[in-house]
């Protein structure tokens, strides 16, 4: 979706003045310099570092941390309106069939029923159930319809009572079952990639290939295949060639998915669980042919997400047909074991990777072959981190979609990148040691990144890398081991990123955006940048965000928000700013480029008598507010692709450090240290929520997470939270986080986010720890007492 | 510590789990529930399938919560959690896995933390129930909660609540805890979002505050 959304709003070369300004450029304590660049005009000036401003770097608490400890915070689960009624939805029970009838008398007549509505079939050319009233199934869970009733109780008794008639068709599961010759086929026709699903700017085609395989998907936005292969790996002396297999692993946010749907005459109001307030507006407006203007998209506070909450789903145009049908509001919140089926995955992986490298370490070949299953979705590849993370003249890859009838996988942090630095980085591990060198050291050679050499410096120095053993050299029954991951993502910008800023006549200062906040403290870097725009502090800004009445903002994925989102409000505060000034500076007969705001208050650059509360300053003012509304402007100095991809990379490098019990399997990751850079860094105390965040779901993702369906049934069978197993307090191991300022000079912030890079290199650092810890790799996560034991030859 | 009260071990252990809740109400019509004793008494007995019935209509039943005795309408079949959100407005308590293993919906009975998604609302009782917004006293937030802002111990916020609530609980009953039992106190509680460093660092600085 996200190749949608940037390839749509292609760069505009803005026909304007300019002006020549310096910027920070550089990482502080290593090889920070100044550069200039030639910015449009209207720009605010330069900030400097961030030891030299006041709100912006800090550790400022969360602004709407009080609400959220005190219970007080209403999330879309939380919403009750007056008349509200409660929805279920009706989903099938088997993995593929054709549905020769629904019976729904009995549930109709059950007291407390106020509506039931039905999925129609809405059929492609050439599909093989055209004349149907109904869709095909493809997937046990997959939606068929909902009912709304007076109580949540009331409903679900209402979906026991509707019968569903399935004509039963063979079906397939297990991913290397589906891609046999002769296996049941999930869809005869060519599909498109769901609006959730995939990669951040990749779209896989699901219209090429063969029986249920689709692809390759063969390039990226950093382009397609570069050089000669075979003739790299002819001049190879080393080479490593292995499979790595990775799961699916899905979402389970906390918060499920779901909406409240208010739809009145003139406006329908969407209460949404959403990271993409203005996407599920654009759905719900295309759905209901409706003009965007009279659909509003809310969502105050989102009980995370992590990449499956971009679209509306099927739950809500359901909601919004049960309230059309009833004329009341309808609350429709999917429940756990819904949102492990039907809401998103990790697809699974299968990689070949082969590197070959002189002696010397160079890198001569790197080729890459995947196949991923996303259920019945696109978007399974492994990513383009093979592609850039170590420069190497010779790369191929061929990343293929399996179709199996499962639930679809949608974006889930870091999409591909988390599965491909899984395969990559052990196989770079695998090569140093080849080449009688020290992962780190080995990484040195062949990594040109300069954030990540000072991370590694730093990192190691942190996490006392020089300790490291041999592998497999400890002995007794637990044995220590300690690895390193790397990681990069790219600086992504979403141009459609619009924020207004308004100063009221009291005093008041207010910042709206229908960018919402998932937990990521999207509000209160938002307080942080207009704050030291303003010279006021973080208490009094008022950020109203959330909504899609407001200036449209970006969604929350591909970690673009921070990016995309903070120059234009400090581009707004500033112009707000200025028309502020020019007030004060009639009144004082003096220019307003002599004026400047500090500490809320109004001074005059070179007559310290001439002074006046910023509060005071309001009161000038003809109208009850100054607004400015601004958008996201180009990068200073250009982008990289002509539809907004910034320079550079968010490196980061990730130190594991493992205890493997050789007698019962178990591993236990002690300590991870987490280095990382951002850009510009905004508030320190948030960025360590996010890594730690991101660091806690790649041990997740290493070591226990796994969707089981049964191949004999197609149901999944831990689609809950006590069988779905995730780290709780006693599996967490101590993390460091370290976090580099690295500033690039590309707006007027110069920030990004971190969410996605947090959570990409975790799995592998500690999948080369357990090398270093047994002397035995293991190629297949989740890495298992029985998988330890399997490699120790300790079972069959 | 050996009189420590953790979370893990106070799950309720009178009273109908939601389980035996579940097989009682099978031997019943869709919706009624087959009650050994009368509805505020809470010495039931698994093995006595005798006993009034109620339900499958909505019954009148009072309830002290946060200090105030509530009267409310519920169906029999109503959990503790579902009467506090649904009925009472009370949505601090948020249901997650809706069977007993996120402890998302934690809250205290008598003091005592318990899954309310796991508890039946007739069950309760005379008992005390805190919610999450009977924790901060007269606007004053309790240390715990001044901990949690401090350190950012929340990122999407939906498991806060009873994060908290099982922070509280330790911090009120441990004078000197360690990283140890933080740890225990909140082995229940599932985040997601992986905020677990920072609720370790607030509780064990709350606890300091405390003393």
Known sequence: ?796 | MENKKQKGESKPTKGISRRSFIRGAGLSTAGSVLMTTNAFALDYKEQLVTGKEFGPDAMTIKMKVNGITKSLSVEPRTTLASALRDHLELTGTKVVCDRGSCSACTVYLDGEPVNSCMLSVLDVGEKKVTTIEGIAKNGELHPVQQAFIEHDASQCGYCTPGMVMSCVHLVDNNPAPDLEDVKKATRGNLCRCGTYPHVFKATLDASKKTI
Request: hydrophobic share 35%.
């Open chain 1, 1 to 796: 979706m996200f190749l949608r959304l940037l390839w749509t709003h292609q760069k505009k070369r803005y026909n304007m003045d300019t002006r020549k300004d310096k910027f920070p450029h550089g990482i502080p304590g290593h090889n920070l310099s100044e550069i200039e660049r030639e910015i449009p005009i209207e720009e605010p000036p330069a900030w400097p570092i961030n030891k030299e401003l006041k709100v912006i770097g800090k550790r400022v608490t969360r602004i709407d941390a009080h609400d959220k400890v005190t219970g007080k915070a209403k999330f879309t689960s939380d919403m009750k309106l007056p008349g509200m009624l409660y929805a279920k939805m009706l989903r099938s029970n088997v993995p593929h069939a054709e549905i020769t009838g629904i019976d729904i008398s009995k549930a109709k007549s059950l007291p407390g029923v106020h509506a039931i509505h039905l999925i129609e079939n809405a059929p492609k050319e050439g599909e093989e159930n055209k004349g149907s009233k109904y869709p095909m199934v493809k997937y046990a869970g997959q939606p068929l319809g909902g009912v709304a009733a007076e109580s949540l109780e009331i409903a679900k008794d209402a979906i026991k009572l509707i019968e569903v008639n399935y004509q039963r068709k063979p079906f397939v599961i297990d991913m290397e079952k589906a891609m046999e010759i002769g296996a049941p086929i999930v869809f005869d026709v060519p599909i498109e990639q769901q609006a959730d699903g995939g990669d951040v700017g990749e779209v896989h085609d699901g219209s090429k290939g063969k029986g249920n395989v689709r692809g390759p998907s063969t390039s990226s936005f950093f382009g397609g295949p570069r050089g000669d292969l075979a003739k790299g790996f002819e001049e190879a002396e080393v080479v490593v060639e292995n499979t790595y297999r990775t799961q699916v692993h899905t979402h389970m946010p906390l918060e499920t998915h779901g909406v409240v749907v208010d739809w009145k005459t003139d406006v329908m109001t969407v209460y949404a669980s959403t990271q993409n307030t203005a996407n599920v507006r654009n759905e719900m407006a295309s759905i209901f042919n409706l003009p965007k203007s009279k659909v509003r998209v809310v969502c105050e506070y989102m009980g995370g997400g992590f990449g499956a909450k971009h679209s509306a789903g099927s739950y809500g145009p359901m909601a919004a047909n049960l309230a059309k049908k009833t004329g009341r509001p309808v609350w429709l919140m999917l429940d756990r074991k819904e949102e492990h089926i039907a809401e998103g995955n990790r697809p699974s992986s299968i990689q070949y990777l082969k590197i070959g490298a002189k002696k010397d370490g160079t890198l001569t070949g790197i080729q890459q072959r995947s196949h991923g299953t996303a259920g019945v979705g696109l978007g399974a590849g492994v990513g383009r981190i093979a592609q850039v993370l170590y420069p190497c003249p010779n790369f191929a890859t061929e990343q293929y979609d399996v179709l199996t009838n499962a639930g679809p996988g949608a974006a889930w942090r870091a999409p591909g990148n988390v599965q491909g630095a899984f395969g990559l980085e052990q196989a770079i591990d695998e090569l140093a040691e080849k080449l009688n060198k020290d992962p780190l050291e080995y990484r040195d050679l062949i990594d040109k990144s300069e954030v990540r050499k000072v991370e590694r410096q730093r990192g190691a120095a942190l996490f006392n890398w020089s300790r490291r053993q041999p592998a497999g050299s400890g002995k007794g029954v637990v044995r220590k081991g300690l690895g390193v991951g790397q990681s990069t993502w790219p600086r992504f910008v979403t141009l459609d990123s619009s924020v207004e800023v308004k100063i009221h006549n009291d005093g008041g200062v207010e910042v709206r955006s229908s960018v919402q906040d998932i937990g990521t403290g999207t509000k209160t870097i938002l307080a942080q940048v207009v704050a030291e725009e303003m010279g006021l502090q973080v208490k009094d800004i008022k950020v109203n965000i959330g909504d899609t009445f407001f200036p449209v903002g970006p969604g929350s994925g591909g970690s673009v928000v921070t990016g995309s989102i903070t120059p234009p409000t400090r581009n707004a505060t500033f112009e707000a700013k200025k028309e502020l000034l020019k007030l004060v500076a009639k009144k004082w007969e003096t220019d307003s480029s002599e004026l400047f705001i500090k500490d809320g208050q109004v001074g005059h650059k070179n007559d310290a008598k001439l002074n006046m509360s910023f509060k005071e300053a309001t009161k000038l003012m003809r109208t009850s507010q100054i607004s400015k509304t601004a958008s996201r402007s180009d990068d200073y100095g250009g982008f990289q692709q002509p539809w907004g991809l910034a320079f550079g990379d968010l490196g980061s490098v990730q130190f594991a450090e493992v205890s493997v019990n050789t007698d019962t399997g178990f591993v236990k990751v002690d300590k991870i240290v987490a280095a990382h850079s951002c850009g510009r860094p905004l508030n320190t105390g948030q960025l360590e929520s996010q890594i730690n965040g991101g660091v806690i779901q790649g041990v997740s993702y290493a070591l226990y997470e796994n969707r089981v369906i049964d191949k004999a049934t197609g149901h999944m069978v831990n689609a809950n939270v006590d069988q779905y197993k995730v780290p709780f307090s006693m599996e967490i191991p101590e993390i460091e986080t370290l976090i580099v300022e690295e500033y690039s000079a590309r707006s007027s912030t110069d920030a990004y986010g971190i969410g996605e890079p947090a959570n990409i290199a975790t799995a592998a650092a500690i999948a080369n720890a357990v090398y270093n810890a047994i002397g035995v790799r293991i190629y297949e996560i989740p890495i298992t007492p029985s998988s330890i034991l399997k490699a120790l030859k300790k079972v069959s």
